[in-house]
Nanobody, 125 residues
Framework: QVRLVQFGGGSVQTGGSLTLSCAVT????????LGWWRQAPGQERAVVAV???????AYTDHVKGRFTISKDSAVNVLYLQMSDLKPEDTAMYYC???????????????????WGQGTQITVSS
């Protein structure tokens, strides 16, 4: 059974930092690309960052230089370190698993196969 279980999240003031975690089923962690998406109220779910099986990373322009995606193979956990948070970062954040070749195509063009349960991030001004 595929499981992506998210931890972390919450509320922070503008300029603050948060880290999201996502525990991933072992074979998915090793064989799939992993990523983070977010969905703000009234908006479509959009990609934030992806890391593939070769540890290549890609980010949406909105978060470049502020967010870092990483993974720890010792514990099968995906992370999203977020710094210099802005009110426009407020959204429900989802971890996801994608085909391993996803970063061979434009970021966000390949839909995820599996999703985490989502966690709310609220940034207040």
């Amino acid at each position: 059974q595929v499981r992506l279980v998210q931890f972390g999240g919450g509320s922070v003031q503008t300029g603050g930092s948060l880290t999201l975690s996502c525990a991933v089923t072992t074979y998915v962690f090793t064989d799939y690309s992993l990523g983070w998406w977010r969905q703000a109220p009234g908006q479509e779910r959009a990609v934030v960052a992806v890391i593939d099986v070769r540890n290549r990373t890609a980010y949406t322009d909105h978060v470049k230089g502020r967010f870092t995606i990483s993974k720890d193979s010792a514990v099968n956990v995906l992370y999203l370190q977020m710094s210099d948070l802005k009110p426009e970062d407020t959204a429900m954040y989802y971890c996801a698993a994608l085909p391993p070749w996803s970063l061979d195509f434009a970021l966000g063009s390949i839909p995820p196969l599996y999703w985490g349960q989502g966690t709310q991030i609220t940034v207040s001004s």
